[in-house]
């Protein structure tokens, strides 16, 4: 089902009135989504933290994490019958995160985490090879991009916001096109801000890694920090 354009209301003497569906309040919008008439609405994302992963050919997808505290731990590639990316993300718990990278994922050269408590921003560019017995007798390699744990690996990180440099300046480009500011962006109903986000995330070239909310949640942060809004 596709996403509806206007929303008509017949009476019975035959004549109509119609209005834009964005325009609608929220709460009605849901209702007819609850009722079958329109597709299930888009969300803006809330969570703490977002990962931005980026890769040689400008591919990028985001990622929320939903957790207090945020900080790549590791990532490498399991060379098998297919390359299989590992990122692990150290969440403050007992156990890691662990995301599995299936796209092209030694091309992957950057990932940068996006929360309240600032900018994290990981080069995964260079790659150290190393080897689980024997590949040809169903053994594996691994190309460690970044490992924090170990000296022997990359780990080179930053906490400059530079790393978002690309996409914050994609996002401004757009809302100058619109007419628009990131603060009266914000004071918009969410309907009109998700309609909005979805056209800043086309013109910025990022994508939803599980979910596209997780995109607009990741827009929505940006915006505020540019305008000081706590998140």
Do not use: N
Not at 4 to 24: H, I, M, W
Not at 25 to 53: A, I
């Amino acid at each position: 089902m596709s996403q509806p354009k206007r929303l008509v209301v017949t009476y019975e003497d035959g004549s109509t009135k119609e209005a834009d569906f964005a325009e609608l309040d929220g709460q009605l919008q849901l209702r007819l989504s609850q009722l079958g008439l329109c597709p299930p609405l888009d969300r803006v994302g809330v969570s703490k933290h977002y990962l931005l992963m980026r890769w040689q050919d400008g591919w990028q997808e985001v990622f929320g994490i939903e957790a207090e505290s945020a900080e790549l731990l590791r990532y490498y590639v399991i060379q098998r019958i297919e390359d299989r990316g590992r990122l692990s993300l150290d969440v403050g718990a007992d156990y890691p995160e662990l995301l599995i990278v299936e796209r092209t994922p030694r091309d992957l050269i950057g990932a940068t985490i996006v929360g309240s408590d600032g900018v994290k921003s990981y080069a995964l560019g260079p790659e150290v090879e190393r080897w689980e017995g024997i590949f040809e007798a169903g053994g594996k390699k691994e190309f460690v991009k970044y490992d924090k744990t170990s000296d022997a690996y990359p780990h080179e990180s930053s906490g400059d916001p530079e790393a978002l440099a690309g996409v914050v300046d994609a996002l401004g480009d757009e809302l100058k096109k619109k007419g628009l500011t990131p603060r009266a962006l914000l004071s918009m109903q969410e309907p009109l801000r998700v309609a909005a986000y979805r056209e800043l995330a086309s013109a910025a070239g990022i994508r939803g890694g599980c979910k596209q909310q997780d995109v607009y949640g990741f827009i929505e942060m940006l915006l505020k920090r540019q305008e000081g809004v706590k998140t």
